[in-house]
């Protein structure tokens, strides 16, 4: 897994690479752990070249969320391919997240 964040006009956006699975949740949660603080957030997370998402990852991503929208922001998700997509639906986590 690799992932980048990067910050434009206010945004923060993170780009996803590979998978995120028991083995790189935690490190995934560590590199995006700035963001947890931040006050009315607003954030994009690329999909594109995520290959495949854990329960571990879709942890991850919840904690996300719930900082996020505990923190008075908005979280996207972009351009994830149909296999992931998939796995959004079928935990229910379709309902949670915004997926565009």
């Known amino acids: 897994m690799k992932s980048t964040i990067t910050t434009e006009n206010g945004k923060s956006i993170i780009t996803i690479e590979g998978r995120i699975d028991t ?3 935690t ?3 560590k590199e995006i752990e ?29 904690s996300l969320q719930k ?6 922001g908005k979280l996207v998700l972009l351009h994830t391919a149909p296999a992931i997509n998939e796995v959004f639906k079928i935990t229910g986590f379709s309902s949670i997240f915004t997926i565009i």
Request: with cysteine; hydrophobic share 40%; charged share 20%.
């Open 23 to 25: 083995l790189t949740a």
């Open 27 to 29: 490190d995934f949660l």
């Open 34 to 62: 700035p963001l947890m603080n931040i006050e009315n957030p607003d954030i994009e997370i690329n999909c594109k070249k995520l290959e495949y998402i854990s329960s571990s990852g879709l942890r991850a991503l919840l």
């Open 67 to 72: 900082s996020v929208s505990a923190n008075g």
